[in-house]
C-alpha cells in the first residue's frame, strides 16, 4: 500500500499530549489545545472547539504520514493505527516534552503567549534572568586563561622550551630553571585576571541581588532580580530600575500614564512617556489583575528597542477584549521608573533582554604593544633558526643533526628573553597603579591590567554625549524678540514686564486721555513678552507632579499648589528648562491633567485653559503643537515651537529669523521658534471634524492626519525664539582642542536628536567655528545613498553628522566609499545610533584604518562600544602614558643563574623603566603634538628593534671576546667573568636610557648589585668568590664593561647633540 506524504504547518511546535508532564509544566487550565484526529478515512480533522492554525477543512488522504511542524524533520510514517498508539489520537500545542522534539530548534526564539500572574502556564522554556558580564565561569577560567595567554607565539616558545627539558635528549639544565619563570609570568597572569573576574561577578551579583515586588495570589512577596520568571507581575517603583522586559499594566499617576528614563538603554536624554493597557488601568486595584483571565501575545524576542508588536487579550469578558501593544506600553530591562509605581508582567528575561542582546560578549584584549613583540619575537626565533642550521652546516650535518639542531635552538633560545615578559607584566601593573592613584582623576578604576600601554597610541576616540560631554542639565539663556533679546543678566526686565502685565488686570484703571508715547511703547514690549512667556508656559508636555516635603503631605499640596513640593516631569529636559524659566520670571504652571492645564500669575491668580488637542513632537515633523481654550476669556489658540527649519516656511514673513537662529546656534544653543495662531470657534470645529474622520481612515492613515495639521499650519504669528544650552562637562572644550591638536580625531556616537547632537558638537568645540558641517540628509534606498555619498565627496575640511538610520543604510551598501569619506573628516557626529550600531562603527575603524580605537562613555548603551574598541573607558579625564621597550641578549648559564638573570638581578632597573618620561606631564599637555610622535610607534619600530639587535651582538661579542683576551689563563672562570660583566652592563645600559631619573630608579640599580654580591655566598657551584675578589678581576672586568658601554653612550650623546628628538628644546 502506497503512503503518502502531508505536512501539517502549524503555528506551534506539537508533541503528544500523554507525554506532558504536570509537575514540570503545569495544567492545561486557561488554555484550550489543539485537538486533531486521523479518521478511519485517512482524513485529518480538527476537534470542535479547538484553536490554532491547523486546517478548518478536512484533508482527505489514502494513508497518512504526519510532519509535526514546520520544517521540523520528525516524520512518522505509519497507518491510522499506528498513530493513534503512539499520541492516543490527540496532538498538544506544547513544546519541550516530546523526545521527538528535542531535535526540533527549540532554542530559536519564537513568539510567545504569556499569562498574566501564572509563570506556571509558560509554552516554551525561558532563560534565567541572571546578568553575567563575565569572560570565564568555573569550569573555563584556567583553560580560557591558559588558551588566551599561550595562542600568541611570544607565550607558546617559553611554553615549548620549558616542555622540551622533559626530553632526557634535549635537557640543558634544571627543570626549574625554564619552569620557575614560566611560572612565574604565568601566576601573576592567572591572578589578575582572576582578581577582574571577581570584580565583575561581585557587580553582576549586586544586580542580581535587587530586591523587587512580585504580585501573587497570596499577596506581595518579594522576589531577588535573579528569580523573576516570565509572566511574575512586577511592582516597581520610582527611581527604581526595571530589572526585565515588561508590557505596563497599571500606574499610580492619576494622568493614568507614566515616564521613563532611558539614557541606560538609547542614550536619548529625553524621558520617555509610556500608557499602560487601558483594560488594566481601569481595574479597581493591581491584586485583580490576578482575578482575570488574559494574557499577552507578544513578537519573538529581537534587538530592536525602538518597535514592539503584540496584544493582550481578556477572555473571561463578554465579549472578549483585545488590545493592541506597541512601544509606547513597554518597560524594556535597564531604564528607571521617573514617575509614579507601575505594575507590569515580565515577557522577556535573561539572555532574551532588549539590553542584553544589544550588548556584545565580553572579549580579552590584547595591547598592539603586546602584539608587536609577539612579532618581533617571531623574526628573533627566525634568526635562532638560521643560526642553528649554520652551527650543525658546519660539522657537515653529522649524525642525528636534526636533534643538534633542536640542542642549538636551545642552546641560544635566551636571545629571546624571558625576564620581558616578566618586566612587560610588571610595567602594565605599575601603570594601572599610577592611572588609580593619579590625583588628577580622582576615583578611577583600572578594570583590565592588560592594556593600559595602549592609552599611549590612540587615534581616534569615540565618546557618547549624554553625561560624558554633557552633564544632562539644561540652562535657559536666551529669549529673542526680534527687536530685543534678553539674557541671563537681563531676566529682571522679563519679570517686570511680566509684573506689570497682570498688575494692569488685576487693578483695571480707567483709560487715561492722551496716554504718553513711552506709555505706549512700554504697554507694546510688556504685551509682546507676555505674549511669548505665555506661549512658552503653555507649548509643551510637562506635567507638575507634588510630593510630600516632611511638612506638607502630597494631598495638601497638590490642593495648595505648594512651590516646595512642587517638580516637574517631561520627556526632555529641555522642556523642563523652559517651563522652570517661566516660573522664574512670574508665570508658573502649577496643575496639568490630560484635558486641562493651570498656569499662576505673579498676583496668585490661577488662569485654567482646557486643552482640546496636542501634536506631539515626532523626529520627522521636528515640531509640536497644542491649541488650548482660555476658559476666562473662551479664545481657541493654536500655539506651536520647533526647529528653524521646519517653523521658517510656517510663520508670517520676516526678515531676522533665520539670521538670529544662525547667531544662537553658533553660540551652541538649542533654539526653538515660537510661534501662535488665533482660531474662531468655526474654525476650529471645522478643523476638529476633519482631524477626527482623517483618524479613522484605514489606508494612509499618518498621512491624512499630517495633511489636515498642516491646514493649520500656515501664516502663524511669530512669537520668539528660545535658547537653551546643555551644560557642558568641566574642561570639555580644552580636552577636545588638546585631543585634536594631539592628533587624535574625535567622533561623537549618540543616541540623541540630530538638533541636539548638533548643537552639542558646536558649544564643545567639537566642531571648530571655521569648519563647515554636512548634515547627510535621510536616505532609504541605494540610489539615495549614492546621490548624497557624491554631494558629500565634493566637501573638503567638513564635518559630518549623519543619522542612525542613514548610516544603516550607507554602511549596507557603500561600506567602504562611506568609511573613506568619513576618515577624512575632521570630526564626524552619529545620532539616533543604537547600541549595536556603535559598536559597528568602532570595528569598522579598525578593520578599515589599522588604527587603535578608544571609546569613552557613561551608560548601559555604551557598553558593546567599550567592549568592542582597543581600550574602553568609562571614567572622565585624561593621563600622560609613555612606553618602553629594553632588549638585551643572554648566554647560557646553569641552575640558578638564569633564573637569577631573568627575576631578581635584572628585573628591578629594566622595571624601574615604566617611571621615566621623557617629558613632565605639564609640558605635555601644553604640548598636545608631542604624542603624534606615540602614534608613530618608533619606540618599537623594525628599525629600533634592529638597532637594538645590533648592539646587543656588539655587547656579547665585547663580554665573551674581552673574557678570552684578559683572561686566557684563567679561562675555567668564563662564567664568573661574563656573568659579572653582563649583570654590569645591563645595569650600565639602564642608566644610559633613563631620561629623568627617579629616586625608585637609583633604589633598583643598587638593590640589583646587592642582590648579585650577596647570592654569590650560595653561587659556589657557578662562580669562585675568591677569584673574583682579586684586584685583577675587578679591573678588567670595569674594562670589558666600560669598553661594551662607553662606545653606545658617547653615540647617544653625538646623536642628541647633532639630531635631538622633538621634545628637547622644551625639557632644556
Not at 319 to 347: D, F, H, K, Q, R
Not at 572 to 598: I, N, Y
Not at 682 to 706: C, G, M, P, W
Request: glycine content about 6%.
Amino acid at each position: 500500500m502506497s503512503v503518502i506524504l502531508v505536512q501539517v504547518i502549524l503555528r506551534a511546535e506539537f508533541v503528544c499530549a500523554e507525554c506532558l508532564d504536570p509537575e514540570a509544566c503545569g495544567p492545561l487550565r486557561g488554555e484550550q489545545t489543539l485537538l486533531a484526529t486521523v479518521q478511519a478515512d485517512g482524513a485529518w480533522r480538527e476537534e470542535p472547539g479547538s484553536r490554532g492554525s491547523a486546517p478548518g477543512d478536512p484533508w482527505c488522504v489514502p494513508d497518512v504520514s504526519l510532519s509535526w511542524g514546520a520544517s521540523l524533520g520528525c516524520w512518522l510514517d505509519s497507518s491510522e493505527a499506528a498513530l493513534r498508539s503512539f499520541c492516543g489520537g490527540e496532538i498538544s500545542k506544547r513544546s519541550g516534552c516530546c523526545e521527538w522534539l528535542r531535535c526540533c530548534g527549540r532554542g530559536e526564539p519564537r513568539p510567545r503567549t504569556v499569562w498574566l500572574g501564572h509563570p506556571e502556564k509558560r509554552d516554551q522554556r525561558y532563560p534565567r534572568n541572571v546578568i553575567n558580564n563575565q569572560k570565564y565561569n568555573f569550569f573555563t577560567f584556567l583553560p580560557g586563561v591558559l588558551f588566551n595567554q599561550f595562542k600568541y607565539f611570544f607565550n607558546l616558545y617559553f611554553l615549548l622550551l620549558a616542555c622540551s627539558q622533559f626530553v632526557p635528549e634535549m635537557r640543558l639544565g634544571a627543570l626549574y630553571t625554564y619552569w620557575v619563570p614560566l611560572g612565574f609570568v604565568l601566576a601573576v597572569t592567572v591572578i589578575r585576571e582572576a582578581v577582574e573576574e571577581i570584580r565583575c561577578y561581585v557587580r553582576d551579583r549586586e544586580v542580581n541581588c535587587q530586591v523587587y515586588s512580585r504580585l501573587t495570589v497570596r499577596g506581595t512577596v518579594k522576589v531577588k532580580s535573579s528569580n523573576i520568571q516570565v509572566g511574575d507581575l512586577l511592582i516597581v517603583e520610582k527611581n527604581q530600575r526595571v530589572p526585565a522586559d515588561m508590557i505596563f499594566l497599571r500606574t499610580s499617576e492619576k494622568n493614568g500614564s507614566c515616564f521613563l528614563r532611558t539614557d541606560q538603554l538609547d542614550g536619548e536624554t529625553d524621558w520617555k512617556l509610556r500608557l499602560p493597557v487601558a483594560c488594566t488601568q481601569r481595574l479597581p486595584t493591581a491584586a485583580d489583575l490576578l482575578q482575570i483571565r488574559s494574557y499577552v501575545y507578544a513578537e519573538e524576542p529581537n534587538i530592536d528597542i525602538h518597535n514592539f508588536v503584540g496584544t493582550f487579550t481578556r477572555e473571561d469578558s463578554d465579549p472578549p477584549i483585545s488590545e493592541s501593544l506597541s512601544i509606547e506600553n513597554t518597560l524594556w530591562a535597564g531604564t528607571v521608573i521617573a514617575s509614579g509605581t507601575v505594575v507590569g508582567v515580565v515577557l522577556y528575561t535573561g539572555r532574551e533582554l532588549r539590553s542584553v542582546m544589544n550588548t556584545s560578549n565580553p572579549r580579552s584584549k590584547i595591547g598592539l604593544f603586546d602584539l608587536e613583540v609577539n612579532c618581533l619575537t617571531k623574526i628573533l626565533f627566525g634568526a635562532l633558526v638560521v643560526v642553528s642550521l649554520v652551527m650543525v652546516a658546519l660539522q657537515h650535518f653529522a649524525g642525528r643533526w636534526y636533534l643538534q639542531t633542536i640542542r642549538f635552538l636551545l642552546l641560544f633560545s635566551n636571545i629571546i628573553p624571558i625576564s620581558l615578559r616578566v618586566n612587560l607584566d610588571m610595567g602594565k601593573i605599575v601603570y594601572s597603579w599610577v592611572i588609580r592613584r593619579d590625583s588628577k582623576i580622582p576615583g578611577t578604576v583600572v578594570r583590565s591590567s592588560t592594556i593600559p600601554e595602549q592609552l599611549g597610541r590612540i587615534s581616534y576616540l569615540l565618546t557618547d554625549k549624554t553625561g560624558t560631554l554633557t552633564q544632562n542639565e539644561m540652562v535657559f539663556k536666551r529669549l529673542h524678540l526680534g527687536t530685543v533679546a534678553y539674557g541671563l543678566d537681563s531676566m529682571d526686565e522679563v519679570q517686570s514686564h511680566i509684573f506689570s502685565i497682570y498688575t494692569q488686570q488685576s487693578q483695571d484703571p480707567p483709560a487715561q486721555k492722551g496716554p504718553t508715547l513711552t506709555t505706549k511703547v512700554r504697554r507694546t514690549m510688556s504685551s509682546r513678552v507676555h505674549e511669548a512667556v505665555k506661549a512658552i508656559a503653555l507649548c509643551h508636555n510637562v506635567t507638575p507632579v507634588y510630593e510630600s516635603n516632611g511638612v506638607t503631605d502630597q494631598a495638601e499640596a497638590e490642593k495648595q499648589y505648594e512651590d516646595s513640593c512642587r517638580v516637574y516631569q517631561a520627556s526632555s529636559p529641555d522642556e523642563v528648562a523652559l517651563v522652570q524659566w517661566t516660573e522664574s520670571v512670574g508665570l508658573t504652571l502649577v496643575g496639568r491633567d490630560q484635558s486641562s492645564m493651570q498656569l499662576r500669575t505673579p498676583g496668585d491668580q490661577i488662569l485654567n485653559f482646557t486643552i482640546l488637542q496636542i501634536f506631539p513632537f515626532t523626529y520627522e515633523s521636528k515640531r509640536m503643537g497644542i491649541i488650548v481654550r482660555d476658559e476666562s476669556t473662551g479664545e481657541i489658540t493654536f500655539y506651536m515651537k520647533g526647529a528653524d527649519v521646519v517653523m521658517a516656511g510656517i510663520v508670517q514673513y520676516n526678515d531676522w529669523l533665520e539670521e538670529e537662529c544662525g547667531n544662537m546656534a553658533r553660540e551652541g544653543l538649542r533654539v526653538l521658534v515660537v510661534a501662535k495662531k488665533s482660531l474662531a470657534e468655526e474654525q476650529y470645529q471645522d478643523f476638529e471634524a476633519r482631524y477626527v474622520q482623517a483618524k479613522l481612515s484605514v489606508h494612509d492613515r499618518s498621512l491624512k492626519v499630517a495633511t489636515v495639521i498642516e491646514s493649520l499650519e500656515m501664516e502663524m504669528e511669530l512669537l520668539c525664539l528660545t535658547g537653551v544650552e546643555d551644560q557642558l562637562q568641566a574642561d570639555v572644550r580644552p580636552t577636545l582642542e588638546t585631543l585634536r591638536n594631539a592628533g587624535i580625531k574625535v567622533w561623537m556616537l549618540t543616541g540623541d536628536k540630530l538638533e541636539t547632537a548638533t548643537c552639542t558638537a558646536k558649544n564643545a568645540h567639537l566642531v571648530t567655528r571655521n569648519q563647515d558641517i554636512h548634515v547627510f540628509r535621510l536616505v532609504t534606498n541605494r540610489s539615495e545613498a549614492h546621490l548624497e555619498l557624491n554631494a558629500f565627496r565634493r566637501k573638503h575640511d567638513c564635518a559630518l553628522v549623519i543619522s542612525g538610520d542613514s548610516l544603516e543604510v550607507c554602511l549596507k551598501y557603500y561600506e567602504y566609499e562611506f568609511m573613506e569619506l568619513a576618515c577624512q573628516c575632521p570630526a564626524v557626529v552619529c545620532c539616533r545610533c543604537t547600541p549595536t550600531q556603535k559598536a559597528q562603527i568602532v570595528r569598522l575603524l579598525q578593520e578599515r584604518t589599522g588604527k587603535l580605537t578608544c571609546a569613552v562613555g557613561d551608560g548601559g548603551n555604551d557598553v558593546s562600544m567599550i567592549q568592542e574598541s582597543d581600550c574602553g573607558v568609562g571614567v572622565e579625564g585624561k593621563a600622560v602614558f609613555s612606553s618602553v621597550f629594553y632588549f638585551a641578549s643572554v648566554p647560557l648559564y646553569q641552575g640558578f643563574l638564569i633564573i637569577g638573570y631573568s627575576t631578581i638581578y635584572t628585573m628591578f632597573p629594566v622595571f624601574s623603566l615604566v617611571l621615566d618620561k621623557d617629558v613632565k606631564s605639564e609640558v605635555a599637555m601644553l604640548y598636545p603634538e608631542l604624542y603624534k610622535d606615540l602614534l608613530k610607534g618608533r619606540p618599537l619600530s623594525y628599525k629600533t628593534f634592529l638597532i637594538w639587535v645590533l648592539i646587543s651582538i656588539y655587547q656579547g661579542s665585547t663580554i665573551m671576546y674581552g673574557a678570552l683576551l684578559l683572561f686566557e689563563s684563567e679561562f675555567v672562570h668564563i662564567v664568573a667573568i661574563s656573568f659579572t660583566s653582563l649583570i654590569l652592563t645591563e645595569l650600565l645600559m639602564v642608566a644610559l636610557t633613563i631620561q629623568t631619573w627617579h629616586w625608585l630608579m637609583t633604589v633598583a640599580e643598587l638593590l640589583s648589585l646587592a642582590c648579585y654580591i650577596a647570592s654569590l655566598v650560595f653561587l659556589h657551584e657557578f662562580i669562585d668568590v675568591y677569584f673574583i675578589a682579586t684586584l685583577s678581576f675587578l679591573w678588567k672586568v670595569s674594562v670589558i664593561t666600560l669598553v661594551s658601554c662607553l662606545p653606545l653612550y658617547v653615540l647617544k650623546y653625538l646623536r642628541r647633540r647633532f639630531s635631538p628628538p622633538s621634545y628637547s628644546k622644551l625639557t632644556s
